[in-house]
């Protein structure tokens, strides 16, 4: 792969013209199509070699498309906003939304590949991090984006003699300094370099090595190489979503995790209120201590419809400075969260050190309205589980303590608190059709509910499952949790 793109491919300026006057045109009507449909984002990866051009080449794609609807993203060491936060946060906020072109010079290899290239990493750490990017780029692809990731590669005499040709341009010098280490060090990462294109080379997001000794010659095959993708995606109608695993089946006796639940739990008010107190200064406490300003703390509340999440949320937040927290309520998703992969409207609201996020409905949407109202195809829910738990693996990686809460009551209970709320004036607010309209497939919800216990609790990340029949114990026992959980982790 690599000893073909080192050999000199050379154009001459004649052809050139001719055939850049053709490209042009073409893709412009590539993009105004893409623009059009809105089916689909494009996601090109500008990775490579010191000296190989990246710079240029984006500067001609910019030139050869319209600007207008390209949105570019230089991925270099992490700002501070960056760096508070989990490595891939940055990524998921510069993906472009459908019939958007996005450029990355650099991505998610520059960690992987300065870890390995630098040495000092744990046995079988990169194959590790190729692996997790493996999953990241299919699950991009699920998702519908289109990715060309693009290898400018040059021969080590080739990269001497463009590190040289920098190094005479007024201010070029600099950026000689920066890419000489890697020049002097080319025999030895070259090796991890064909690691990296090798075990990240798939079927929905292939490597194209491009020569990059002539700069007219890599620009057409990088132009020809987007157009020919984007064309075949465009003029191609959306595959259909079939699942590559088997449809979760209900165990014979229909038990789930939920089962095992005592909704029994009850707390007098007199222990309601000295419980609460003790355990809202512990967690202010804990969430003021210097060592929380390393971690930062995400709250997942999921439940049955009337269990008390808004209530319980309510006793959270007023324990906590409300300068740290921020409380996300999810709903259907907006049309500018419908243009992005699932997952990046809870990715842009993951917080840095220090600080608080409290969702209320979480990313488990997805294996539970969607999947039981339809609102998307069984392979995308099958899909979800391992999604999110890599999702949440990432978040613990990088220092966030994740709580994840399951507030239950049972079908009865949930009668009297529809009826109660619509009974009374100012909860009324609190209940609508869709609430009672998913009450009927009780039985489909809780099959969901224990499919999706049974597939994401992890030793890491559990499912905490929170009686709410009495919400007195409830508030209390999320408290207790959410303490708890801090406490061990700080």
């Known amino acids: 792969m690599f000893e073909s793109a080192a050999q000199v491919h050379k154009i001459d300026k004649a052809t050139f013209k001719a055939e850049e006057a053709k490209l042009r045109e073409a893709l412009l009507d590539a993009q105004f199509d893409l623009i059009e449909q809105k089916r689909f984002a494009v996601l090109i990866v500008l990775a490579g070699i010191d000296g190989a051009g990246k710079s240029a080449a984006l500067a001609r794609l910019n030139e050869w498309l319209d600007p207008r609807h390209v949105e570019t993203a230089v991925i270099d060491e992490p700002s501070p906003e960056e760096a508070a936060r989990p490595p891939h946060w940055r990524y998921w906020r510069a993906l472009p939304a459908k019939g958007k072109i996005g450029i990355f010079v650099g991505s998610w290899y520059r960690e992987a590949f300065a870890g390995s290239a630098l040495g000092g990493g744990e046995e079988g750490q990169l194959e590790r991090a190729l692996a997790a990017i493996a999953r990241f780029e299919t699950m991009l692809a699920d998702e519908g984006l289109l990715v060309i990731k693009l290898w400018l590669h040059l021969s080590r005499a080739d990269q001497k003699k463009r590190l040289k040709e920098i190094d005479s341009i007024p201010g070029g010098g600099r950026h000689v300094v920066e890419h000489r280490w890697m020049h002097k060090n080319y025999e030895k990462l070259m090796p991890v370099m064909q690691n990296i294109v090798r075990l990240t080379s798939s079927g929905d997001a292939p490597w194209v090595v491009v020569p990059s000794a002539d700069e007219e010659y890599r620009d057409l095959m990088i132009g020809q190489t987007v157009?020919?993708?984007?064309?075949?995606?465009?003029?191609?109608?959306?595959?259909?979503?079939?699942?590559?695993?088997?449809?979760?089946?209900?165990?014979?006796?229909?038990k789930t995790a939920l089962d095992a639940l005592d909704l029994s739990a009850k707390l007098d008010k007199a222990r309601y209120e000295k419980e609460l107190a003790r355990y809202q200064l512990r967690l202010a406490e804990l969430t003021d201590a210097k060592a929380f300003r390393d971690v930062a703390l995400v709250v997942a509340f999921e439940g049955t419809d009337a269990?008390?999440?808004?209530?319980?949320?309510?006793?959270?937040?007023?324990?906590?400075?409300?300068?740290?927290?921020?409380?996300?309520?999810?709903?259907?998703?907006?049309?500018?969260?419908?243009?992005?992969?699932?997952?990046?409207?809870?990715?842009?609201?993951?917080?840095?050190?220090?600080?608080?996020?409290?969702f209320d409905r979480t990313w488990y949407g997805r294996v539970?309205?969607?999947?039981?109202?339809?609102?998307?195809?069984?392979?995308?829910?099958?899909?979800?589980?391992?999604?999110?738990?890599?999702?949440e693996e990432q978040l613990l990686e990088s220092g966030v303590i994740l709580a994840k809460l399951w507030l239950a009551i049972g079908k009865d209970e949930q009668l009297r608190r529809f009826q109660d709320r619509e009974k009374v004036p100012y909860k009324r607010y609190k209940i609508t059709k869709e609430d009672w309209r998913n009450r009927e497939k009780w039985d489909a919800y809780t099959q969901a509910i224990g499919d999706m216990v049974d597939r994401t609790s992890t030793d890491r990340a559990p499912w905490t499952l929170v009686s709410s029949e009495d919400k007195n114990w409830a508030r209390v026992q999320v408290l207790k949790t959410l303490s708890d959980r801090l406490e061990a982790a700080l």
């Open 307 to 358: 269990a008390g999440k808004g209530g319980t949320i309510r006793r959270l937040t007023c324990a906590l400075d409300p300068r740290k927290v921020k409380v996300y309520p999810i709903a259907a998703p907006t049309d500018e969260e419908k243009a992005q992969p699932y997952l990046w409207r809870f990715w842009r609201h993951i917080p840095a050190k220090g600080q608080i996020a409290i």
């Open 368 to 391: 539970l309205v969607e999947r039981v109202e339809g609102f998307c195809s069984e392979a995308d829910w099958l899909r979800a589980y391992a999604e999110i738990n890599d999702f």
């Open 227 to 254: 157009l020919a993708a984007m064309r075949k995606r465009l003029d191609s109608p959306p595959p259909p979503k079939v699942a590559a695993a088997p449809v979760v089946v209900a165990g014979l006796d229909r």
